[in-house]
């Protein structure tokens, strides 16, 4: 197993658990007791946990993996929701896409559609993450527009008054929010609250709210709340969502694909 792929593992196993063990994450990991002590080193350096006395625990309470340690985490799930969320989009409208991982395979989903290869343009794509800017920049067929703002390291998200300025002035056909947390009664969530203040303001310049998250963000809270449940016109999620928890979105008023 490599050092990447090593810490990745390291850190979702944090979040899962709150806790690690160095003897622990060595038998999960299946190498030694020494290589384990090095990454917790070398992590706690980077401030992405915090050592402990033969072991670690999560940096902070509303701790939150930076988007290059989330990209394997539900993987298939993700790519499955991003290809029914791109079905949604028709060719020649504007589409605003928040950052994260499930946004971010949208964007992919968006680029490889074949009757999205050419038009003026093909789409508007309206974003205020770094990531998927570059991602899409080099499809000539798409207008790119992005926000200014503070760029966020943990999302690439551009926050602030500069995001604002923009997000002011345009409307979209739809936005597609990805989120840490998307509750019935608390409504669509994130960590960072100015990351919270963007999103939001992205759906109400939206004449459509389409919410992407695998169903282990379902029926969860986040610190920032980004809207309403009821704000929300589309959730897409994954076919092991709770029925229960899919059905008080449905009487909610929010349609839910399974996928």
């Known amino acids: 197993m490599s050092r990447d792929a090593r810490w990745k593992a390291l850190l979702e196993l944090l979040v899962e658990r709150g806790r690690l063990d160095v003897e622990e994450a060595a038998g999960e990991l299946e190498v030694s007791a020494a290589t384990i002590r090095r990454d917790f080193d070398q992590l706690a350096e980077q401030q992405m946990l915090v050592r402990t006395r033969g072991g670690a625990v999560v940096h902070g309470v509303s701790y939150e993996l930076p988007l290059r340690y989330k990209t394997a985490r539900h993987a298939s799930e993700k790519q499955r929701i991003a290809k029914a969320v791109a079905e949604l989009i028709t060719p020649g409208q504007a589409v605003g896409l928040t950052g994260g991982t499930t946004t971010t395979e949208v964007a992919r989903a968006l680029a490889v559609r074949g009757d ?95 919410v992407a998250a695998d169903s282990s963000k379902l029926g969860q809270r986040a610190f920032a709340r980004i809207c309403a449940a009821g704000a929300v016109d589309t959730l897409v999620t994954d076919t092991t969502a709770d029925p229960e928890e899919v059905r008080r979105f449905e009487e909610a008023g929010v349609v839910v694909l399974t996928v």
């Not at 703002?149 to 604002?164: F, H, M």
């Not at 300025?165 to 989120?179: K, S, W």
């Open 116 to 210: 999205l290869t050419s038009g003026s343009p093909a789409l508007t794509v309206v974003t205020n993450a770094l990531n998927i800017a570059n991602e899409l920049a080099v499809r000539p067929q798409f207008k790119i527009v992005v926000t200014g703002g503070v760029a966020r390291p943990q999302s690439y998200e551009l926050i602030g008054p500069l995001a604002d300025g923009v997000l002011g002035q345009i409307t979209v056909d739809v936005a597609v929010l990805g989120v840490v947390a998307f509750d019935v009664t608390h409504g669509a969530a994130a960590h960072d609250e100015a990351e919270a203040a963007i999103n939001r303001l992205l759906c109400e310049r939206a004449e459509r709210v389409v």
